[in-house]
Structure formats: structure tokens, C-alpha cells
């Protein structure tokens, strides 16, 4: 886990069981949320659609990233929907069963996989020097917000 603490309260009600699976590895707070009733998995950057999670910022780590998907979202059932956070070519859907067939990371062993993940020659990106330390700590500081705010109310685009 990261360390911080991101608590939002939850209204009671409905009858769902969630369960909360730590898989590390894209960060370390990542998370994926499994509702077994309806077979769904909801796995934020760790698994994406024939991806997943880059691991060269903000606590990556390729081999925790291999083991966490691996163990705690490819050991599900293979009839499982997958729910990744978002997906650069427009889909919205996968199932266990595809990633461990098309995923074309993942089908690899582990070394293959770090080596792939070391190499990928992403550019990086334009406000990570901003968005890495509001992550760790959930949000910019008092100060950086009012800046925020005041540039959103003066119309004036984010630096």
C-alpha cells in the first residue's frame, strides 16, 4: 500500500460483496475490486486490455506488476469480465480468459515480461513532475489548490 489514506465513507445499502485485491507493481496502491456474485473484475492500471500498467514511475515495479496480475487477477476464473481503468483504443471490456491468451505481455515469462516493460520507450509524460507527488499524497497541497482555483476563475490555462 502507499501509506496514505484515501477514505471516502460508503452509504449502506444494496447487498453486494466487493472484494479489494492489492496488486501492485503499476504503483503501489493499486488496487483491483472483484464482485464474484457477477464475475467482474474491476483491475484500475495493473491489467488493461492487451497491456497493462507502465512500471518506470511513481513506485513501478515490473516484477511485482508480473506477480500481482499473475496471482491475484489471472488466477480468477476465465469466464471473468475485465474492467481495466481505461484503454487507449476505445474498448471497454475483456475477460480473464483473453488476457491470458492475447495479452501480449503477460503471455510472456517473467523475465520476458521486466525486459518488454524496461523497453517499452514510452514518452514521458508532459505532468508527471505534478500529478506523481498530488498521488502520493491524494491531491495537491492547500497552496497548490488555490492556485488552481484562482487560474480556473481568472480563465487562464493549467501551466
Not at 504503483?27 to 474491476?42: A, I, W
Not at 523475465?111 to 508527471?128: C, Q, R, T
Amino acid at each position: 500500500s502507499s501509506g496514505i489514506n484515501a477514505e471516502w465513507p460508503l452509504r449502506p445499502g444494496g447487498n453486494l460483496n466487493l472484494e479489494a485485491r492489492s496488486t501492485p507493481g503499476h504503483t503501489d496502491g493499486c488496487m483491483t475490486f472483484v464482485l464474484h456474485s457477477h464475475k467482474l473484475c474491476f483491475t484500475g492500471d495493473a491489467l488493461m486490455i492487451r497491456a497493462c500498467g507502465r512500471t518506470d514511475f511513481q513506485q513501478g515495479d515490473a516484477r511485482k506488476l508480473y506477480h500481482s496480475v499473475h496471482g491475484r487477477i489471472l488466477s480468477l476464473s476465465e469466464d471473468y469480465s475485465v474492467y481495466p481503468a481505461h484503454d487507449y483504443q476505445g474498448r471497454t471490456q475483456s475477460s480473464v480468459r483473453e488476457e491470458k491468451l492475447y495479452n501480449p505481455r503477460l503471455t510472456k515469462s517473467e523475465d520476458e515480461f521486466v525486459n518488454i516493460m524496461e523497453n517499452l520507450g514510452l514518452k514521458y509524460p508532459a505532468k508527471i513532475d505534478v500529478s506523481v507527488p498530488w498521488n502520493m499524497r491524494c491531491g495537491p497541497t492547500e497552496v497548490e489548490d488555490k492556485e488552481i482555483m484562482a487560474d480556473i476563475a481568472a480563465n487562464k490555462p493549467p501551466a
